[in-house]
């Protein structure tokens, strides 16, 4: 996906033989002649970068603030890594103060998709939501557009998979909708002169990166059905679209997606025919790990573990991977535990450690995935109990021995607190079993004087015992007002019933008899156990998973998983 990102800032990849590439033929050239002679020839590095420079020099001269961040933008993408961002940053210093519609939006965005290739996405969202700010002050909806899709690339890693699949799905949609002619012709340098169809060129690029970013969060969201038949429609678009850059692509994503479905040889496959085009190590390294994977569980483990050794000599080289791509390691661990070579364990688990701290700092992503398999505790101890193997064959320092014990003195207060922890989710739950087999009466408060007729407040309270019984609360449209409607009387009066007879307002007392019912459900319902919390939570009446599990936890003092899992150990 990175590397589609950088693909929409060179439109035109035409190879010039004719045009001569002397000094004094350059100097000859218009300032757009050359800026059009730099897209035709930005795959010969060593041409385009005698373009730019013309460019940025002749700017220098005549001491024109946008022209010379012109040049040092054509520069910024020639170059990798630091390179790159210094010449971003250029962009950045000699613009920060100007209004203009590209700069210095294109300096912050530059460096950020450098700092994104190499996984830096924390620094690559902050020059993300500056350029934002720029984009959107400055009125350049190009640019504003790619900034929210590169925005979504971050938020698919590190943040919530089904926000980002919501938020790929949107993207789609406006790309479809949005008039890239006026949309290009607003965003565009004056002098700048559109061609012939390349607003249809822009957009049906932006619809393919658009379908593959949909193929990924469905990826990420376990919904692999979905990203299968999604990667079906980007490869056949991508053909469409006489885009064979992607086309190649769309067929290495299919064979990830083919992985997940389990159809190991049509993964192996179209991963093999998508690997000949690959050029981004990152890429390569990504179809080698599922290349692997496909072949170790197709049980041919000599090939599986080839292409996963060739997956890490990639890694070794660029020192970045993808949250997605860490089984690699996994997997390489386990086959050399297998062949009991302890050295080789600690080089795996060292590289899982390293890859966790980082992930950490990317908003603990890493968390609902390599912890759910490999939780850190076990790795660390792990860890010590192999480097005390090895102290003991190679007789290592009194020193690096204290050390070891210490760290599993660490070790044994972590786990204390973990158990310690487990026994007081035991304990409440246990307690919340008790609590179901006792029956639930009505919450009178008598204690608390209220200005409204007795009359009224019983007609409320049967009102209440019938919507209770009837489970209207399960809906996801009631609302005090809505309610209030049809007990035939005002929101007010509710209100004040239930804060005097429940001690708790509507919204608690809706959420608590919506975790009640949830509870009951799953105590009784082993169908019901079997959805997913997003299911119930829909079930059950609430919008979203975050406000259910808040009010289950609010109540329980337990996640709905855990309670779940712990039911389904308790009955079976």
Same mark, same amino acid.
């Given at each position: 996906?990175?590397?589609?990102?950088?693909?929409?800032?060179?439109?035109?990849?035409?190879?010039?033989?004719?045009?001569?590439?002397?000094?004094?033929?350059?100097?000859?050239?218009?300032?757009?002649?050359?800026?059009?002679?730099?897209?035709?020839?930005?795959?010969?590095?060593?041409?385009?970068? +005698?373009?730019?420079?013309?460019?940025?020099?002749?700017?220098?001269?005549?001491?024109?603030?946008?022209?010379?961040?012109?040049?040092?933008?054509?520069?910024?993408?020639?170059?990798?890594?630091?390179?790159?961002?210094? &010449?971003?940053?250029?962009?950045?210093?000699?613009?920060?103060?100007?209004?203009?519609?590209?700069?210095?939006?294109?300096?912050?965005?530059? +460096?950020?998709?450098?700092?994104?290739?190499?996984?830096?996405?924390?620094?690559?969202?902050?020059?993300?939501?500056?350029?934002?700010?720029?984009?959107?002050?400055?009125?350049?909806? &190009?640019?504003?557009?790619?900034?929210?899709?590169?925005?979504?690339?971050?938020?698919?890693?590190?943040?919530? #998979?089904?926000?980002?699949?919501?938020?790929?799905?949107?993207?789609?949609?406006?790309?479809?909708?949005?008039?890239?002619?006026?949309?290009?012709?607003?965003?565009?340098?004056?002098?700048?002169? $559109?061609?012939?169809?390349?607003?249809?060129?822009?957009?049906?690029?932006?619809?393919?990166?658009?379908?593959?970013?949909?193929?990924?969060?469905?990826?990420y969201a376990k919904k692999?059905?979905?990203?299968?038949?999604?990667?079906?429609?980007?490869?056949?678009?991508?053909?469409?679209?006489?885009? $064979?850059?992607?086309?190649?692509?769309s067929i290495s994503r299919?064979?990830?997606?083919?992985?997940?479905?389990?159809?190991?040889?049509?993964?192996?496959?179209?991963?093999?025919?998508?690997?000949?085009?690959?050029?981004?190590?990152?890429?390569?390294?990504?179809?080698?790990?599922?290349?692997?994977?496909?072949?170790?569980?197709?049980?041919?483990?000599?090939?599986?573990?080839?292409?996963?050794?060739?997956?890490?000599?990639?890694?070794?080289?660029?020192?970045?991977?993808?949250?997605?791509?860490?089984?690699?390691?996994?997997?390489?661990?386990?086959?050399?535990?297998?062949?009991?070579?302890?050295?080789?364990? $600690?080089?795996?688990?060292?590289?899982?450690?390293?890859?966790?701290?980082?992930?950490?700092?990317?908003?603990?992503?890493?968390?609902?995935?390599?912890?759910?398999?490999?939780?850190? #505790?076990?790795?660390?101890?792990?860890?010590?109990?192999?480097?005390?193997?090895?102290?003991?064959?190679?007789?290592?320092?009194?020193?690096?021995?204290?050390?070891?014990?210490?760290?599993?003195?660490?070790?044994?207060?972590?786990?204390?607190?973990?158990?310690?922890?487990?026994?007081?989710?035991?304990?409440? &739950?246990?307690?919340?079993?008790?609590?179901?087999?006792?029956?639930?009466?009505?919450?009178?408060?008598?204690?608390?004087?209220?200005?409204?007729?007795?009359?009224?407040?019983?007609?409320?309270?049967?009102?209440?015992?019938?919507?209770?019984?009837?489970?209207?609360?399960?809906?996801?449209?009631?609302?005090?007002?809505?309610?209030?409607?049809?007990?035939?009387?005002?929101?007010?009066?509710?209100?004040?019933?239930?804060?005097?007879?429940?001690?708790?307002?509507?919204?608690?007392?809706?959420?608590?008899?919506?975790?009640?019912?949830?509870?009951?459900?799953?105590?009784?319902?082993?169908?019901?156990?079997?959805?997913?919390?997003?299911?119930?939570?829909?079930?059950?009446?609430?919008?979203?998973?975050?406000?259910?599990?808040?009010?289950?936890?609010?109540?329980?003092?337990?996640?709905?998983?855990?309670f779940i899992r712990k039911?389904?150990?308790?009955?079976?």
């Amino acid at each position: 996906m990175r590397y589609f990102l950088f693909l929409l800032f060179f439109l035109l990849t035409i190879t010039l033989n004719a045009q001569g590439f002397s000094k004094e033929a350059l100097q000859k050239l218009e300032d757009e002649e050359l800026l059009d002679l730099f897209n035709k020839v930005n795959k010969d590095s060593i041409k385009a970068e +005698k373009v730019a420079r013309t460019y940025l020099n002749r700017a220098r001269k005549e001491g024109d603030t946008i022209k010379m961040a012109r040049g040092y933008d054509r520069l910024a993408r020639l170059f990798k890594f630091n390179k790159s961002i210094q &010449f971003s940053d250029s962009i950045i210093i000699l613009t920060k103060n100007k209004k203009h519609i590209t700069y210095p939006t294109m300096g912050y965005l530059l +460096k950020a998709l450098e700092l994104m290739d190499m996984y830096d996405d924390k620094n690559a969202l902050s020059n993300l939501l500056i350029a934002n700010q720029y984009s959107k002050t400055n009125k350049n909806p &190009f640019l504003t557009l790619f900034i929210e899709l590169c925005i979504i690339d971050i938020k698919e890693l590190w943040g919530d #998979p089904g926000e980002s699949l919501k938020l790929s799905k949107a993207y789609y949609e406006i790309i479809k909708n949005t008039d890239f002619k006026k949309l290009l012709k607003k965003s565009s340098r004056k002098n700048y002169k $559109i061609k012939t169809n390349e607003h249809i060129e822009i957009k049906n690029k932006n619809l393919l990166i658009a379908l593959d970013r949909i193929t990924t969060s469905y990826l990420y969201a376990k919904k692999y059905d979905s990203a299968f038949s999604t990667a079906l429609i980007y490869q056949k678009k991508s053909l469409l679209f006489n885009n $064979i850059k992607l086309y190649h692509s769309s067929i290495s994503r299919l064979g990830e997606a083919y992985y997940y479905i389990k159809n190991y040889k049509n993964a192996i496959d179209s991963l093999l025919k998508g690997l000949k085009f690959r050029q981004r190590p990152s890429s390569i390294l990504n179809d080698y790990q599922y290349i692997g994977l496909s072949y170790l569980y197709s049980d041919n483990k000599n090939k599986g573990v080839k292409y996963l050794k060739k997956a890490d000599s990639i890694y070794n080289e660029i020192k970045t991977i993808k949250p997605s791509q860490t089984n690699l390691f996994k997997e390489l661990y386990n086959y050399y535990k297998e062949t009991d070579s302890t050295e080789k364990q $600690i080089e795996y688990l060292n590289k899982l450690l390293i890859v966790d701290s980082i992930f950490k700092r990317n908003y603990l992503y890493i968390g609902s995935t390599i912890k759910r398999e490999y939780e850190i #505790p076990k790795l660390l101890k792990e860890k010590e109990e192999l480097i005390a193997s090895l102290q003991n064959k190679n007789k290592q320092s009194k020193a690096y021995i204290w050390w070891s014990f210490g760290l599993l003195g660490v070790m044994g207060l972590l786990m204390t607190y973990y158990v310690k922890k487990q026994q007081a989710y035991k304990k409440r &739950f246990e307690t919340l079993m008790l609590q179901q087999s006792s029956t639930t009466v009505l919450s009178l408060n008598t204690t608390k004087e209220n200005e409204i007729s007795s009359t009224i407040i019983d007609d409320i309270l049967e009102r209440l015992v019938r919507f209770e019984e009837q489970k209207r609360y399960l809906s996801q449209s009631v609302s005090l007002h809505n309610t209030a409607k049809q007990f035939k009387t005002n929101s007010s009066y509710l209100s004040k019933v239930i804060n005097l007879k429940k001690d708790k307002n509507f919204s608690q007392y809706i959420n608590d008899l919506r975790i009640e019912f949830t509870i009951e459900e799953l105590s009784k319902n082993s169908k019901f156990r079997k959805y997913t919390i997003k299911a119930i939570s829909e079930e059950v009446g609430f919008k979203n998973v975050q406000s259910f599990s808040k009010a289950f936890y609010k109540m329980t003092g337990l996640q709905p998983s855990y309670f779940i899992r712990k039911l389904n150990k308790k009955i079976s």
